[in-house]
């Protein structure tokens, strides 16, 4: 199975990809880890516009076999072991990709959440797309070892 995470964001941010990068190259190869990468889009008055075209961004990177999972302050919370049996009930189900998606400033568009397998919040809190994406990927190792062991989740 492969887990890739589609992230909305302006560039990158030095801390934050060296965090990301440390937690997922300690993800096991089989999960096949990647990060794909989408620009924002210009505000120009319509926050509703740009949610709908990052959407059409999003989408255009998911494909057919894939499970998409959006990342939304709305979405369910989670702990830990929850959302290591997320992905594993994934993986049981055949799933080809699991991608999560990390909306840009104004938060995903309908079209994502609408499209999404499921979705799940991180924290209670907003948080920027630098800082999700290293919690995600540490959750993501942490969901590993929860699965296919380690030492790591006390």
């Not at 999960?31 to 740009?50: M, N, Q, R, S």
């Not at 702990?79 to 992905?87: V, Y």
């Not at 079209?111 to 993501?140: F, G, I, P």
Request: charged letters at 25%; one cysteine or more; proline letters at 3%.
């Amino acid at each position: 199975m492969k887990i890739s995470t589609i992230w909305v964001g302006k560039g990158r941010v030095g801390w934050a990809d060296e965090a990301a990068h440390e937690y997922s190259r300690r993800l096991p190869r089989h999960l096949d880890y990647t990060e794909i990468h989408v620009k924002p889009v210009p505000f120009k008055g319509d926050e509703k516009a740009v949610k709908r075209a990052e959407a059409e961004r999003i989408l255009a990177k998911i494909g057919d076999g894939d499970r998409l999972i959006a990342l939304d302050e709305r979405g369910k919370a989670l702990d830990s072991h929850q959302f290591a049996q997320l992905i594993d009930e994934a993986a049981q189900q055949g799933t080809r990709r699991i991608v999560f998606a990390i909306g840009g400033p104004y938060g995903h568009g309908v079209a994502v959440r609408e499209k999404a397998w499921k979705t799940v919040r991180l924290s209670t809190m907003v948080l920027n797309h630098s800082l999700a994406r290293v919690v995600l990927c540490e959750q993501l190792y942490r969901s590993s070892t929860l699965l296919w062991g380690g030492s790591y989740h006390h």
